[in-house]
Structures are given as structure tokens and as C-alpha cells.
């Protein structure tokens, strides 16, 4: 069964850059097919996909965080990261990476992170 968990600061100062790390367990990042994306959920809205790095090692982005995003991986420690820059209040939210197969298949439990001075 693979497992994914967030990890990073839960507070970032705005202008600041946001990094989270997703640990993965009991399945290969590089395993063929699997897409790994990182969602996100702000208080009282819905569900937004920032993008997502496939087995490969390519990725693909948002159209309307494109600028702002990036996400890497370390095949190493299986784990794979989003970096947002520039966040302002907005950014606020609770983060999720998930492994994506066809559907997402499995979740993160999700980590909050508040852009606050």
C-alpha cells in the first residue's frame, strides 16, 4: 500500500518561498504510469491542483501558478517537493501531495501552511 506524507513549515513569512517535501512508502516514485502531484485546499474553498511531476521526471504546472511553481524529486529518498514562490495571504491553505494513476489514488493527509507576517 503506498503512503504519502507532507512535511515543511507550517508558517511562511509573504514574498517568502513555500517548500514541502511528500515522503512516499511502499511504492517507487519512478514506478511507470504514476503521476505525483501536490492540491491544495484555502479555507472555505475548493480543491486546486498545482501540478505534478510524473514517473519520468517531467512535470507540468498549473496554468495560473506556472510562474510561481516548481517541483522536484530525489529518487534517492523517494521523496518529491513543490517550491511556491512569492506567497502572499492567498497562498494559505492546506497542502496535499497524492500519488495519481488514472484518479488520484492516494493522499497525503494534508499539512497547513499560513502565510502570515
Known amino acids: 500500500q503506498v503512503q504519502l506524507q507532507e512535511s515543511g513549515p507550517g508558517l511562511v513569512k509573504p514574498s517568502q518561498t513555500l517548500s514541502l517535501t511528500c515522503s512516499v512508502s511502499?511504492?517507487?516514485?519512478?514506478?511507470?504510469?504514476?503521476?505525483w502531484s501536490w492540491i491544495r485546499q484555502p479555507p472555505g474553498k475548493g480543491l486546486e491542483w498545482l501540478g505534478w511531476?510524473?514517473?519520468?521526471?517531467?512535470?507540468y504546472y498549473s496554468p495560473s501558478l506556472k510562474s510561481r511553481t516548481s517541483i522536484s524529486r530525489d529518487t534517492s529518498k523517494n521523496q518529491f517537493t513543490l517550491q511556491l514562490t512569492s506567497v502572499t495571504p492567498e497562498d494559505s491553505a492546506v497542502y496535499y501531495c497524492?500519488?495519481?494513476?488514472?484518479?488520484?489514488?492516494?493522499w497525503g493527509q494534508g499539512t497547513q501552511v499560513t502565510v502570515s507576517s
Open positions: 511531476i510524473a514517473y519520468s521526471g517531467s512535470t
Open positions: 511502499g511504492g517507487l516514485i519512478t514506478a511507470n504510469t504514476d503521476y
Open positions: 497524492a500519488r495519481v494513476n488514472g484518479y488520484f489514488v492516494n
